[in-house]
């Protein structure tokens, strides 16, 4: 059941104000509406990871990066939250090879759309890492 672009990116853009006003709740009512459309949305199933990730629920935020991950290897904002929750899980070695493949990609060149905020986030990250401050 496709709906409009135009629909589609307004209720992204609804969603995404939703959850950055903290309603949790509405954020995940209209993703699961744009998901119902497209199951593979590879925005609203990141919009829909950070939501329940921001929620205490890394493990369900998980499986929805890894999803992005399967339908687009190498996405590098889905290498970037799946290595957050590796972080939860104590799995720093996981997390860093995460980051270090979104550090490659962005550096070859293969993400565009904010290439300077997302290498300072995977630096930070790696450091953070590394320092054993983000945990």
Known sequence: ?????????????????????RDGTRA???????LAADPDDIDALL?????????GEPQLARLLYERVLELRPGNVLGLIAVSDCDVYDDRLDDALAHL???????EAGLYEEDRERELKAVLWRKEAILKGGLR
């Open 1 to 21: 059941m496709s709906m409009p672009e135009s629909e589609r990116d307004a209720l992204l853009e609804e969603a995404m104000g939703a959850a950055m006003d």
């Open 28 to 34: 995940l009512a209209l993703l699961d509406q744009l």
């Open 47 to 55: 919009v829909r990871g950070y939501v329940l990730e921001g929620s």
């Open 100 to 106: 270090e493949e979104a550090h490659a990609r962005i």
